[in-house]
């Protein structure tokens, strides 16, 4: 029996054992964080179920993925670009539209994020060009340039429904390049070019924006449960400029926060940032215990962008801290896992996957506490969703495939020490 589970769940036993830890956090807190949604259904179980089998189908599709060889990981590659492409620029005409940006694709009765793919497809191709280019004294030159013109089409595309996703791929890359040794000139070159686009942009948001646009009531319209599943604004998208009087609110929010009374705080304005605030005070370091959250009713999103509030209203600092420390061990498990990489094209791809899951996670986490501006990144593996859940897992599995074939050659070494 003990044999047959060690087949199934091969790889690395510490990135098993934090993809279950965050697993059985993200049932608990979901759980707790999803009252909304079970008083407006009228089903106490219904969304937990429902999530529940998400991360087992995600567990699934990991133990699938992780039998797959990493070198056909390669062949894959030709055919993602093509879908993601294609699915990315479905989105922007025929995209359904939830909290005022058309992001998702409905699907036989699936919904789900072409980004979430795109992301991962993004990480495979740079992986692969920075192996096939790299040299004695480091990457050739060349590769620069091509993962730029695979990478800039792509972040654009997503950007226009999706800033905070299109940053964050652009950062992974940006590091991925670091690592594969790309010439420190380009990079230089590179990080200046973005500081300018990225102040024109900020200029470009302010002419164009518009701040009569209330972020936050867009966020708790009023809202459907469809067989225990939460149901917003579906109108499609009709025009690039309307997200920015959204980008406006959250850079002008951040820039311009000065301190309010409690008594003067409007509490309807600012319902994210306030009931997040509460939350976190209100857990008075140990936190309150799992499934005693009280701001879970009021905060917008909570089993969702603000799922890690919800953490440390009832876990506490310490559980809050240990949750960051999984993602912690994953991006250091990932690095262990690259230096016994046998060739470059794996140890480049567990290294992008673990930056992009981490990132993510970090960025997700100083938006809770209120260190980055409000964005609509969740935390990974832990948040409730459906194919960001099932796509993470699947991350995870090509993240274990490749310490599979890592794990064969750190034995080959050991063999030959002895």
Not at 195 to 215: A, C, H, K, R, T
Not at 237 to 244: A, G, N, W
Not at 273 to 281: C, G, K, P, R
Not at 311 to 337: D, K, Q
Request: with cysteine; glycine share 8%.
């Amino acid at each position: 029996m003990n044999m047959k589970i060690g087949n199934l769940f091969k790889g690395d036993k510490v990135i098993w054992m934090v993809l279950l830890f965050l697993c059985l956090i993200s049932v608990v807190e979901v759980f707790s964080a999803s009252s909304t949604l079970t008083y407006k259904s009228q089903n106490y179980l219904g969304p937990i179920i429902g999530h529940s089998w998400k991360m087992l189908l995600g567990v699934g599709m990991a133990i699938v993925i992780l039998n797959i060889p990493c070198r056909y990981f390669k062949l894959m590659t030709p055919g993602l670009l093509l879908i993601s492409v294609i699915m990315l620029i479905w989105v922007l005409f025929f995209g359904e539209k939830t909290n005022d940006a058309g992001r998702w694709i409905s699907l036989m009765g699936l919904k789900f994020q072409p980004s979430e793919i795109a992301k991962g497809t993004l990480v495979l191709v740079t992986a692969q060009i920075l192996s096939a280019m790299q040299r004695d004294n480091g990457a050739d030159k060349r590769a620069f340039k091509y993962i730029l013109i695979v990478v800039v089409p792509f972040c654009l595309l997503i950007g226009v429904e999706n800033l905070s996703t299109a940053a964050l791929i652009f950062a992974v890359v940006f590091l991925m390049m670091f690592v594969g040794r790309v010439p420190m000139s380009q990079l230089g070159k590179l990080a200046a070019v973005a500081v300018v686009l990225v102040v024109l942009f900020i200029g470009s948001i302010y002419m164009l924006g518009s701040l009569d646009q209330n972020e936050e009531s867009s966020e708790t319209q009023t809202e459907a449960i469809v067989n225990g599943e939460i149901k917003k604004d579906t109108k499609k998208t009709t025009s690039f400029l309307h997200r920015f009087g959204t980008w406006k609110n959250r850079i002008d929010k951040k820039l311009n926060s000065k301190h309010v009374s409690p008594a003067d705080y409007d509490l309807d304005k600012d319902a994210q940032v306030a009931h997040a605030n509460i939350a976190i005070v209100g857990s008075n370091i140990i936190g309150k215990g799992p499934g005693k959250s009280v701001e879970r009713d009021f905060l917008p999103q909570a089993f969702s962008d603000f799922i890690y509030v919800i953490i440390i209203e009832e876990l506490g600092i310490l559980g809050a801290a240990f949750v960051a420390f999984l993602y912690i061990v994953l991006l250091y498990r990932a690095a262990r896992i690259a230096s016994r990489c046998e060739n470059n094209f794996p140890a480049f791809l567990v290294m992008g996957l673990a930056l992009m899951l981490v990132l993510q996670a970090s960025f997700n986490m100083l938006v809770a506490v209120g260190i980055a501006p409000v964005t609509g990144q969740p935390l990974p593996l832990i948040s409730r969703g459906g194919t960001s859940t099932i796509i993470n897992c699947a991350y995870i599995g090509a993240m274990l495939s490749v310490s599979r074939s890592a794990k064969k050659r750190g034995e080959k070494l050991a063999l030959k020490e002895i």
